[in-house]
C-alpha cells in the first residue's frame, strides 16, 4: 500500500467512526450500555481482528481511533489490562470460545482483567515461577503467591501463570489461565506506594479453582502465550496506549462504575481543576491516577511543561528550553518510529526490537519529564498532595495547578522503568534477539526446573 493509500484508509476510518458516534453517542446512557455498544461496534479494541471483536487496525490507527473518540467528547473503550494485555493474548491463543467468552466481556467492560505474572522471586527471571496448579477432574488447584498485581483489587479475572509441570526445564511447565479473582481461594491485599496511591498488590492463592475450560493456548505452553502478552505490553505502554480515553471509570463489576451516566465520564466532563467536580456537575472518582500521568506525561507533557515554565517566568531561561525542546524531539523520534514501523508491516515486513524500544522510550520521556518538572517547579516541587483535599491546599499555596501533576508523575517516574520488564532485561532483549550476541550461559534451558537453584 503507498503512503497516500494508507492515510485514505485511516481518513476512511475516522469518516466512518465520526458517522457512528453521531448517531450512537449518548451520555445518558449509563457506562455499561454505552460500552456494550461500543464494544460491540469494534471500537473499544479496533486493532484485533474481526472474530475477535475487532476491525484489524494497526496499533496507530487504533491510537487515532482512541483519540477521535476523546476528541468527540464522547466515553473512550473501557481501559486497563483487559483491553490491552488479555484481549489481544486471547484473540491469538485462544478458541472462538474462549474469544467469545472472555474479549467480548473486555470490549464491552463487563469484566476487568489483571496481571498474575511477577512473584516474590520471578520478576526478571519470570520462567521461574513458582506458583503450581495440579489438575483435578475439569479443575486446577492452585497454590503460590504473586506480587506487583496492579488492579488486582478492583478486577473480575486475572491473567494467571502457574507452573504444571516441574520436571520439565522452566520455560517448558508453565500454563496460561484466565482465574477468577472473586473466589474463595484468592486473597488480594493493597500495597501503598510512594504516590499515596494503592496501585498494586499481593495475591495470594489457596488452593484456588481454575476450570480446565480457562487454560489458554494449551498445557504446558504457557511461556509462548505470556510472550504474547509481554509484546503488547512493551508496545502498548511505549506508545503511552496503556490508559486509553476511558481511564475515568473502571470496567468490570468490581469497580462499580458500570451503572453510572456515561455522560458524566466522556472527555466533554473534564473535571474543573479546584474542585474534581465535572462540567455536569459530579464528582469523578479519582481512580486510575498514575496512569493518567504517565499518559498525560507521554503525550501532553511538553505542552504542561511550557505552559508551567511561563507561569513562574521559568520559560526564558535556555536549560529550561532545551530540556522541552529534548522532551519534544523524543515525542517525535517515537512518533516517527511508530509511522516506520506502521509502513513495514504494511508491506508484510517487521522491525525487530521495536517494542523494546518503545518502552525503553517511554522510561526515558518519563524520567526527562520528572527532571525537567522539578527543576521548573523549583522549592514548590518538594511538596505533594497525597490526597485531594491536599491538591487543593497545595494549588492555592502555589496558585499553581500544574504542580501536582509534576510531583504526582515524579514519584510515579521511577515505575515505567520497572514494570513490564525492566530497561536492563530489554536492553538484554536487544543485544540477544536482535543484535545476535551471546546470552548469559547457564543451564535453564536444559535442566528441570525441579532441579534448578531457587532464588527462595
Ligand atoms: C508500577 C508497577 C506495576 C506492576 N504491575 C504488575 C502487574 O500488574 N503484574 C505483574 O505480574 N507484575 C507487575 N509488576 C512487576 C514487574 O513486572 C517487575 O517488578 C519487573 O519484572 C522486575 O521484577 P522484580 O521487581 O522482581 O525485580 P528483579 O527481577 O529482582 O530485578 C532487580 C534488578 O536487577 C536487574 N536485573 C535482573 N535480572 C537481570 C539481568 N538478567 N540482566 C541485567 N539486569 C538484571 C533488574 O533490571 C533490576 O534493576 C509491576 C511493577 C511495577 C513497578
New binding site residues.
Partial sequence: MTDTAQLNSTDQVIDELRDWLSSNWDPDLTVAEWWERLGLAGWSAPTLPTNAYGRGLSRNDGVRVAQEIERFGALGAPAG?GLLLAAPTIATHGTQEQVDTYVRDIVIGQKSW?????????????AGLQTRAVRDGDEWIVNGQ???????QHSNLGMLLARTNPEVPKHQGITYFALEMIQPGVEIRPLR?MTGRA??NEVFMTDARVANDALIGGENNGWAVANTTLANERAGLGSGGGSGAGGSVLPGTVGGGLDRRAGDYGSGARPNASDGKSKSGSKRKEDGG?DGAMVRALSGGPKLLVELAKSNGSVTDPNVRQGIAQLYTWGELGRFNGLRLKAVKSGGGDIPGMPNISKLSMSHIMRLTRDLGLQISGAAGMLHGYNQKDRSALESATGNTLVGFVTEMAL?A???S????????Q??IIGERVLGLPK?PNNDRTTPFSELAKNV
Fill in positions: 489490562l489483571c496481571q498474575l505474572f511477577s512473584e516474590p522471586a520471578a520478576g526478571s527471571d519470570l504473586k506480587v506487583w498485581t496492579s488492579g488486582g506506594e496501585l498494586f498514575e510515579f521511577q515505575a515505567p520497572i514494570y513490564g520488564g525492566t530497561d536492563q532485561v536492553r538484554n548469559e
